[in-house]
């Protein structure tokens, strides 16, 4: 061969070996991920090469995860989780679509000798047409007039009951719409960086809590601060309240023992006077509101920078709670829960610049101390705080988490939803089959294997849930047949059609968008390889 000429030491597959090898790849593929499907897929167990041990049925960490050598499979893992970085969903239907298009190919370029050029050409036609299917089945949402909780609760709900137990990811579905609901600007894109997600190990059942505020994963350094204040005033810093080295090479020099205690005095002085200025601005406003409303106001500081063991111990005479090295990414959600404004300097603090809260404690679980600011007014930052008995329980729900406020930020995003439970499949299916009839030529056997790949979504559902799976289809596709009003989607408990949508079973409209653009493009480009070249330097070297 050809490659041989130009280096002797390469290895190549040519024609149908080629395309042999890729379809048993896909098939491979296929097999692996499909008992994952859906809210009744099974889990799978993933041990690295160090001994680490992850439970999940994400596809989008499966396909991370696993460790994938033949060059086709790893391409198709890599491509078809890509979906999953910007959309939080979809990994698992976009490689079982882009791999039934190429395993469904086999019999008509091999054993028919179909050309894969009038294959992959026929792709195209088709994935125009299930484009402008699926703009014909979205039903519009306009969160701009109403935000409607329910359809966005069914949307989350739908995706992240396929990551977690049913009970757990109906409890987390409504935690997750109240967080983007804090959160939703109509002006400003939504970002999910304002939702704190906070995970804590404990040895009880798994629990989660929505916190209309912050929670802080470190408390007070000091033994007599306060652990629990009501009616608030909160100042966010970034000021160094500690002796700091300079950033320049320097050197005092004192010539008696006077001299030294003067420079030390001074030292201290220019810190305490800092702190002093934090307790002359709490003094000012707690005594303002005595005199207003009659009430005692409390005091907390909360820093970005670090705080000496003797301002903490002034502050703590004051009944002031003071945090010191607080992430920057939590001081921005602090203020934008609790209101003020993050200040670079103590000497022109004013009224303006401090948030309020109702309610700010410390707690301490398992060693570790973690502060709760709650009872805000009007919170735009909010926090998921997970209690779970071991690691790997925790990561499972965190990634659920995530896809699950993706899905909601999608259908914000999109002002649309389309039915779930298998409904555009079978919708696509019946669509494609009635095409195939006014296609002549060659071109026929593409709709054969698109419908039939797309398909394949809803007979993994059904085969994930124990059901019969042909005589399901026949009534849910004969049924839809009869009066073609309503998409019908699968009950995966009964096996009754359904129509989904009435039913709270959503999908994303970008979603099945993505699905049909990478599993069209990424089949086509494996359909058309006539050859694979292993030539690298590592390869063949002479012993």
Same mark, same amino acid.
Request: proline share 3%; with cysteine; hydrophobic share 40%.
């Given at each position: 061969?050809?490659?041989?000429?130009?280096?002797?030491?390469?290895?190549?597959?040519?024609?149908?070996?080629?395309?042999?090898?890729?379809?048993?790849?896909?098939?491979?593929?296929?097999?692996?991920?499909?008992?994952?499907?859906?809210?009744?897929?099974?889990?799978?167990?993933?041990?690295?090469?160090?001994?680490?041990?992850?439970?999940?049925?994400?596809?989008?960490?499966?396909?991370?995860?696993?460790?994938?050598?033949?060059?086709?499979?790893?391409?198709?893992?890599?491509?078809?989780?890509?979906?999953?970085?910007?959309?939080?969903?979809?990994?698992?239907?976009?490689?079982?679509?882009?791999?039934?298009?190429?395993?469904?190919?086999?019999?008509?370029?091999?054993?028919?000798?179909?050309?894969?050029?009038?294959?992959?050409?026929?792709?195209?036609?088709?994935?125009?047409?299930?484009?402008?299917?699926?703009?014909? *089945?979205?039903?519009?949402?306009?969160?701009?007039?109403?935000?409607?909780?329910?359809?966005?609760?069914?949307?989350?709900?739908?995706?992240?009951?396929?990551?977690?137990?049913?009970?757990?990811?109906?409890?987390?579905?409504?935690?997750?719409?109240?967080?983007?609901?804090?959160?939703?600007?109509?002006?400003?894109?939504?970002?999910?960086?304002?939702?704190?997600?906070?995970?804590?190990?404990?040895?009880?059942?798994?629990?989660?809590?929505?916190?209309?505020?912050?929670?802080?994963?470190?408390? %007070?350094?000091?033994?007599?601060?306060?652990?629990?204040?009501?009616? %608030?005033?909160?100042?966010?810093?970034?000021?160094?309240?500690?002796?700091?080295?300079?950033?320049?090479?320097?050197?005092?020099?004192?010539?008696?023992?006077?001299?030294?205690?003067?420079?030390?005095?001074?030292?201290?002085?220019?810190?305490?006077?800092?702190?002093?200025?934090?307790?002359?601005?709490?003094?000012?406003?707690?005594?303002?509101?005595?005199?207003?409303?009659?009430?005692?106001?409390?005091?907390?500081?909360?820093?970005?920078?670090?705080?000496?063991?003797?301002?903490?111990?002034?502050?703590?005479?004051?009944?002031?709670?003071?945090?010191?090295?607080?992430?920057?990414?939590?001081?921005?959600?602090?203020?934008?829960?609790?209101?003020?404004?993050?200040?670079?300097?103590?000497?022109?603090?004013?009224?303006?610049?401090?948030?309020?809260?109702?309610?700010?404690?410390?707690?301490?679980?398992?060693?570790?101390?973690?502060?709760?600011?709650?009872?805000?007014?009007?919170?735009?930052?909010?926090?998921?705080?997970?209690?779970?008995?071991?690691?790997?329980?925790?990561?499972?729900?965190?990634?659920?988490?995530?896809?699950?406020?993706?899905?909601?930020?999608?259908?914000?995003?999109?002002? %649309?939803?389309?039915?779930?439970?298998?409904?555009?499949?079978?919708?696509?299916?019946?669509?494609?089959?009635?095409?195939?009839?006014?296609?002549?030529?060659?071109?026929?056997?593409?709709?054969?294997?698109?419908?039939?790949?797309?398909?394949?979504?809803?007979?993994?559902?059904?085969?994930?849930?124990?059901?019969?799976?042909?005589?399901?289809?026949?009534?849910?596709?004969?049924?839809?047949?009869?009066?073609?009003?309503?998409?019908?989607?699968?009950?995966?408990?009964?096996?009754?059609?359904?129509?989904?949508?009435?039913?709270?079973?959503?999908?994303?409209? %970008?979603?099945?968008?993505?699905?049909?653009?990478?599993?069209?493009?990424?089949?086509?480009?494996?359909?058309?390889?006539?050859?694979?070249?292993?030539?690298?330097?590592? *390869?063949?070297?002479?012993?």
């Amino acid at each position: 061969m050809s490659i041989h000429v130009l280096n002797r030491k390469a290895d190549s597959l040519r024609a149908s070996s080629v395309l042999l090898t890729n379809i048993n790849a896909s098939k491979g593929m296929y097999e692996i991920i499909k008992s994952n499907l859906g809210p009744k897929g099974s889990y799978k167990m993933l041990v690295s090469a160090s001994g680490g041990i992850k439970i999940t049925k994400d596809g989008n960490v499966l396909l991370n995860e696993m460790m994938i050598q033949h060059p086709t499979a790893t391409m198709l893992s890599r491509i078809c989780s890509s979906i999953d970085e910007t959309l939080g969903d979809g990994s698992s239907s976009n490689l079982i679509v882009a791999t039934s298009l190429i395993y469904l190919s086999e019999k008509y370029i091999l054993y028919e000798n179909i050309h894969p050029r009038i294959i992959t050409h026929g792709f195209d036609t088709v994935k125009n047409i299930l484009l402008h299917t699926l703009e014909d *089945m979205k039903i519009p949402i306009n969160i701009d007039v109403k935000f409607d909780k329910e359809i966005l609760y069914n949307v989350a709900k739908t995706c992240v009951r396929t990551k977690l137990p049913i009970p757990l990811a109906d409890k987390l579905g409504d935690d997750l719409v109240e967080s983007i609901k804090i959160i939703y600007n109509p002006d400003k894109q939504i970002d999910l960086h304002m939702i704190e997600i906070m995970d804590v190990k404990r040895n009880m059942s798994i629990n989660t809590k929505l916190v209309r505020g912050m929670v802080l994963d470190h408390g %007070c350094r000091h033994p007599n601060m306060p652990n629990k204040l009501t009616k %608030c005033f909160i100042l966010v810093l970034n000021v160094s309240l500690e002796f700091e080295k300079s950033e320049v090479y320097s050197s005092f020099v004192y010539s008696n023992a006077e001299d030294r205690d003067k420079l030390v005095e001074s030292e201290r002085k220019f810190t305490d006077d800092k702190v002093k200025k934090i307790i002359e601005l709490k003094k000012q406003l707690v005594e303002k509101k005595l005199k207003e409303e009659n009430e005692v106001y409390n005091f907390a500081v909360f820093n970005q920078k670090g705080i000496d063991p003797l301002s903490l111990d002034l502050l703590a005479k004051e009944n002031i709670m003071a945090l010191r090295r607080i992430k920057r990414r939590n001081l921005e959600r602090i203020v934008l829960c609790c209101g003020g404004n993050p200040c670079n300097n103590v000497y022109d603090l004013c009224e303006e610049d401090v948030g309020y809260a109702g309610l700010v404690y410390e707690i301490c679980i398992n060693d570790e101390k973690y502060t709760f600011i709650e009872e805000v007014v009007n919170p735009k930052s909010c926090t998921l705080f997970i209690q779970a008995p071991n690691d790997y329980t925790i990561k499972q729900i965190k990634d659920a988490i995530r896809d699950g406020l993706r899905s909601i930020k999608n259908a914000i995003e999109d002002k %649309c939803v389309i039915s779930g439970a298998g409904s555009f499949e079978i919708m696509a299916y019946c669509k494609l089959k009635d095409e195939e009839k006014k296609i002549k030529g060659k071109q026929k056997f593409a709709f054969d294997i698109y419908a039939n790949s797309l398909l394949n979504i809803p007979k993994v559902l059904l085969e994930n849930s124990g059901l019969d799976i042909h005589q399901t289809l026949f009534n849910v596709i004969d049924k839809y047949n009869a009066d073609r009003s309503e998409p019908l989607g699968v009950d995966l408990d009964t096996g009754e059609p359904i129509v989904a949508h009435l039913k709270g079973i959503y999908d994303n409209y %970008c979603v099945k968008k993505q699905i049909l653009s990478i599993a069209t493009a990424i089949s086509q480009q494996i359909l058309l390889v006539d050859e694979i070249i292993r030539a690298g330097k590592s *390869m063949g070297e002479e012993k």
